[in-house]
């Protein structure tokens, strides 16, 4: 089962934390997000600001993984369906291709490239995320001097990192055409 974050800190405590963690330092790491004051950004940017989730799960061997994503779907509503749609293999084209590799006896591979998005330069300018609560206060310990300074405080009292995102991030609506347009 995956669980949301608050959830997940419930049920896997310390070691859901630890994923959380190394989940943010990927973001960190790469280059993703560069930290913007709340000022810096037009009222209109930060209503757009994309939530950052964060799900926490146990995989087979009992580790904790922890999963980042932004929440996309707002972006529907304002960004057309060609600037987010990315080519995307039929599943009976798959089918038929396996099918094909049986009866040749070929020999298939698969790869993974870890951390894809993550890789994938966003050139296109003005995607934002926020990122609230105990992901900003994790964040900022990964490299206090850079990001506690931009950590505000809601009314509420929740804290929260505006960002702008700097390549392609899971949960964005273009991150697939993005990596797609990269590999060509």
């Not at 994790?138 to 804290?159: C, E, F, H, V, W």
């Not at 273009?174 to 060509?184: D, F, G, H, K, M």
């Amino acid at each position: 089962s995956q669980y949301s974050l608050k959830k997940g800190l419930r049920i896997f405590g310390e070691p859901g934390a630890e994923a959380v963690t190394k989940e943010l330092k990927q973001l960190h790491d790469r280059g993703v997000i560069e930290p913007k004051f709340p000022g810096e950004l037009t009222a209109e940017q930060r209503r757009r600001a994309l939530s950052y989730l964060m799900f926490l799960k146990e995989k087979r061997n009992g580790d904790i993984k922890g999963r980042g994503c932004a929440d996309g779907r707002s972006q529907r509503d304002y960004m057309d369906k060609s600037e987010t749609s990315s080519p995307t293999v039929s599943t009976e084209a798959l089918i038929l291709s396996c099918m094909i590799d049986a009866k040749e006896g070929r020999d298939v591979a698969t790869a993974n490239i870890p951390g894809a998005f993550l890789q994938t330069e966003y050139n296109e300018g003005d995607t934002h995320v926020q990122i609230e609560g105990t992901m900003a206060e994790l964040l900022a310990q990964i490299d206090p001097k850079l990001y506690r300074q931009y950590i505000t405080t809601r009314p509420n009292g929740k804290s929260v990192l505006y960002a702008k995102t700097m390549k392609a991030m899971y949960g964005s609506l273009n991150a697939s055409l993005l990596l797609w347009t990269t590999l060509l």
